[in-house]
């Protein structure tokens, strides 16, 4: 029988690959979508695209798989990444899923001066990364980084990816509004890829944060809209903006 369940599988696959499941899958395919041998599914590895795939062989610990044929293409996100700050869990989780929803190529937690939370679980968040990825149909999985400093990653910027800054302080600042904001909207000055997202903390930056920003010069600083968003509103809106204007939605 055909199934509608998806798989992200670490291992690279291909024609006649066997791909060994982990307990979790194994757990994932009998005990939740009730699955057994000879069932197909749909697998992909964020490389090859997506392939079904046969059980082979299914107990209660153990079981493999066999890819048969490739059913659609690799489709990669265009080359955009994700900045925030992170904060409480499942908000932070909300932003990781989003992200890779709506088509994050990196997705990279940063340190800011008001940063609430100093920590994250990398390996809790890359997993709801894959989740996403496998709800939503893509066969890309965003790498998530560990948390970093946002002043290194200033130091350390790549030449040529621009950085959208979404200042929420451009939203009251009457100069910045007049010459931008009755001209072009925020879609028309967003710059294409490469490029990178950033969303700071529900503090909001600090006033030395916002002037170094302002001053980098791969800085492409916008407002989105004349409302204080939440940090998770705000990443989903500034992501949904860029894909509509630059990415891949057109």
Known sequence: MDSKVRL???????????????????????????????DTLTVFDGRSGAWRARIATLSKRSGELTCEEQVAPQRDP?????????????RTDFIVEKATELGSARILPVRTDHTNSERIRRDRLQAHAIEAAEQCGG???????????????????????????????????????EANGSRTSTAQRLPPAPAAILIGPEGGFSPEERERLRAHP????????????RADTAAVAALTLWQTAQGDWG
């Open 139 to 177: 066969t890309f999985v965003p790498e998530v980084d560990e948390i970093a400093p946002l002043s290194g990653l200033l130091d350390d910027w790549p030449e040529g990816r621009a950085l959208i800054f979404c200042d929420e302080a451009l939203s009251e600042d009457p100069t910045w509004r």
């Open 218 to 229: 791969a800085t492409a600083a916008i407002a989105l809209g004349p409302r204080i968003l």
């Open 8 to 38: 992200h599988v670490a291992a690279p696959v291909a024609s006649g690959q066997a791909v060994e499941l982990s307990r979790e899958q194994v757990h994932y395919l009998s005990g939740v979508m009730r699955l057994s041998v000879g």
């Open 78 to 90: 265009p080359d955009l990444w994700l900045l925030f700050a992170p904060i409480k869990k499942a």
